[in-house]
Structures are given as structure tokens and as C-alpha cells.
């Protein structure tokens, strides 16, 4: 089945270590997002690709950066994680044509701890 | 988007209909109402959306009232499945990639 996967489901790093989550999509969807997600908080959103095109929101840390190398693969880097860092990340995508945006698809996340 | 308020929990017997509320009274004319759910430990997953219908799909059915301030989820047969938070948002379609913007939801627990 076509789907969003985040891989690795759960990460460990260190306090100021850089890390690198990753998404993968064979929706063929033009748009890419991440979200973070703390203990018994909704999801909020951090940033999202339309196409090659970056959007940040405005309260997103800039120690949290994103790549995109091709339309079905995104990454979203910590340059140095904090304690306060360590959530559970969420990749979706959704396709928007035509002055129409669908529904967002996501991935079941990975959960990212700090030593 | 609109602000949404939701009930923070409810419970429901499992085999009865499971009817979530979702108020967005300062919702504007060209914006939907959309309904996810997250099961724990898992992304969340969309369910349906509408503008001013009311929608079924095989998941649940969505009712929006006329003057559009409130709608209602409806699960019509619960399974314990269905225990998780489901989150009502109000969200602009007509194109663009806004992301979505989650409000505390509303914990569904199915009892057996």
C-alpha cells in the first residue's frame, strides 16, 4: 500500500549530538511536512516543503532545519538537540492541485529521546 | 483558521454510536471542518472534512449545522479500535499547503 514511513520509529541521541530523521512517501504528494509532537501535546507543525519550496513557521527553532533531495524523500535535522528536543516527529504529506488541497497523510512518527 | 473547542474526553459503550461535538463559531465561509484521530502511538489519521453538508465516508459520518458553528462526529458502531483523541480542525482548502493546526482534541475511550 502507498504510505508515509518514518524511519527509525525510535532514536536515541545525545545532548548536542546532531541528528537526522527521516521520511519517505510513494504517494507521489507535492507537499511534505513535519510536525513535533511532546508527551500528552497535540502535534504542531515546524515546517513544510511544496515542491523544492521551504516554509518555515515562525516560532520554529533554528536549530531545526529540513531537506528535501527529491520528491519522495524528506529529512528533518537537529544540529544540537536540547532536552527539551526529545518529542515524538511526524512526517506528513498531501497533494495540492488546482487550487484544491487534500488531506494531510502521515507517517507513525519517530520518537526521538535525549541522554 | 477558526479556533474549535472540543469536549477534553468522553467515553462510550462499545457497539453504540459514538458522537464527538466540535464547536467553531468564528468559522469562516470558505473553511472546512476537518476530523483526524491518533491512536496512541501512532500518526495521526484523517477521517472526513466538510464545508456545509452533511458527509459520510466508511469510517463516520459529519454533521455541520446551518449557520455552521458546530458540527458533530458521528462513529455509529464504537469498537475498542476506536479509543483515541480526535481532534476537530477548522482549515482552509482552496489550495496551499498551510499545515494543520491541532487543539487539545477530545479523548475517546470505548468501554468494553
Known amino acids: 500500500d502507498a504510505m508515509v514511513i518514518q524511519n527509525p520509529r525510535y532514536q536515541v541521541t545525545q545532548f548536542g549530538k546532531p541528528v537526522t530523521l527521516s521520511c519517505s512517501q510513494t504517494?507521489?504528494?507535492?507537499?511534505m511536512y513535519w510536525y513535533q509532537q511532546k508527551s500528552s501535546q497535540a502535534p504542531k507543525l515546524l515546517f513544510h516543503?511544496?515542491?523544492?519550496?521551504?516554509?518555515n513557521e515562525a516560532d520554529t527553532p533554528d536549530n531545526f532545519q529540513s531537506r528535501r533531495p527529491n520528491t519522495s524523500f524528506c529529512f528533518l535535522d537537529i544540529r544540537s538537540p536540547g532536552l527539551g528536543d526529545a518529542a515524538m516527529y511526524l512526517c506528513?504529506?498531501?497533494?495540492?492541485?488546482?487550487?484544491?488541497?487534500?488531506?494531510?497523510?502521515f507517517g507513525d512518527g519517530t520518537r526521538l529521546s535525549i541522554l | 483558521d477558526a479556533k474549535t473547542t472540543q469536549p477534553p474526553s468522553m467515553d462510550c459503550a462499545e457497539g453504540r454510536a459514538a458522537n464527538l461535538p466540535c464547536n467553531h463559531s468564528?468559522?469562516?465561509?470558505?473553511?472546512?471542518v476537518y476530523w483526524y484521530r491518533q491512536i496512541h502511538s501512532q500518526g495521526p489519521q484523517y477521517i472526513i472534512h466538510?464545508?456545509?453538508n452533511n458527509e459520510t465516508n466508511e469510517m463516520a459520518s459529519l454533521i455541520i449545522t446551518e449557520d455552521r458553528k458546530s458540527s458533530t462526529l458521528i462513529l455509529p458502531h464504537a469498537t475498542l479500535r476506536d479509543t483515541a483523541v480526535y481532534y476537530c480542525i477548522s482549515r482552509y482548502s482552496g489550495g496551499g499547503a498551510d499545515g494543520l493546526t491541532f487543539g487539545k482534541g477530545t479523548h475517546l475511550i470505548i468501554q468494553p
Open positions: 466538510g464545508l456545509k
Open positions: 506528513a504529506t498531501s497533494r495540492d492541485f488546482g487550487g484544491f488541497n487534500q488531506p494531510q497523510h
Open positions: 504517494l507521489n504528494h507535492n507537499v
Open positions: 468564528t468559522i469562516s465561509g470558505n473553511e472546512y
Open positions: 516543503y511544496y515542491d523544492k519550496d521551504f516554509n
